[in-house]
């Protein structure tokens, strides 16, 4: 798929939806550069002013961020989420990485649901890592050929899947995961915080510490590309903050750096991190974080973690739960 503008990207986008729906989208955001030497970005108002039009927008069904949203979390302050309380038909954003703070920010709205879900710009980093991970005999050595391929169909693939979701008929993409430590609660309802990491430990002590704060819930984590050290840095600051005292459980999404697998020695971490008695469950699922294929986690709703083997589950929720065409806005 050869992409010269972002105009072209939205058609693609509408193509892919249907015309039911009006595909829009700030040609100058998405084509903006980065310059880590100079602040990363420039444009931290356009930004600011992009999301807020789209969340005071009660026509806007959906919210996709394309990217993993580098130097976003700064942008916050001058977002007035109130405006998702005033809304009269429900939003549904998809968002992950960087978006951590905004996916779990929004889904604390009755009128907003925050869906964890992969930036669909990230599809060529996830598939060309897959291809050479579990299948280099049809790739060369980077699995471009394969990604190439596969980048179209996917793309496509994951917006016919964003429309199932907000019409409610649910998502072709399923989170499973394995029990690694502990036991699972007789009571398999189960709401989700978390995200990445790094960018969730923005919030806490901030004004939007209890969006990401697991009270009577499970948290949820995944990473790339750092430090093991660096990782058990972030996860004492969970630590010191609290974060474990009423925390009903733990899934692991993906950890890695390059192509090395990073989940045992995260979960080795762990062990010095989390109560020992009693011993919080933790579930690992390889369909959460900077991978493809990658199934959505809506957060701050009640999900059911169904067990399908002894030690195997698969986080499932009510399709209409998700809708967002035609419902309205729900009264907090």
Known sequence: ????????????????????????????????????????????????DDLQQAIHDDNVAAIVLLRGGAWFSRVLPHIDFSALARRTQRVAVFGFSELTTLINIVGTYPQALGIYDMGPAFLTYGLKRYAVRTIKSETDARGTQWARRRLRPEFDAYFKDIVSIIEGSGSQRTITAR??????????????????????????????????????????????NDKLERLDRFLSHLT????????????????????EDLGPAVVELLTYHLPQSPALPILSSPDIGHVWPMAPLPLHLPLDIVPTNSDKFSIQWNPAALRTVGCPGASS
């Open 1 to 48: 798929m050869s992409l010269t503008s972002a105009a072209q990207l939205i058609d693609i986008v509408q193509e892919a939806v249907g015309f039911r729906y009006k595909v829009t989208g700030n040609t100058d955001i998405i084509e903006a550069g980065e310059d880590e030497s100079s602040g990363g970005r420039c444009d931290d108002s356009a930004r600011a």
């Open 179 to 224: 029990l690694l430590r502990g036991q699972m609660p007789a009571d398999t309802s189960a709401g989700f915080v978390g995200g990445n990491l790094t960018v969730l430990s923005a919030l806490i002590g901030s004004h939007y510490d209890s969006s990401v704060r697991p009270c009577g819930q499970w948290m949820m984590l995944e990473d790339f």
């Open 240 to 259: 010191l903050a609290g974060y474990w005292d009423d925390c009903r459980g733990l899934l692991l999404g993906d950890f890695h750096k390059g192509y």
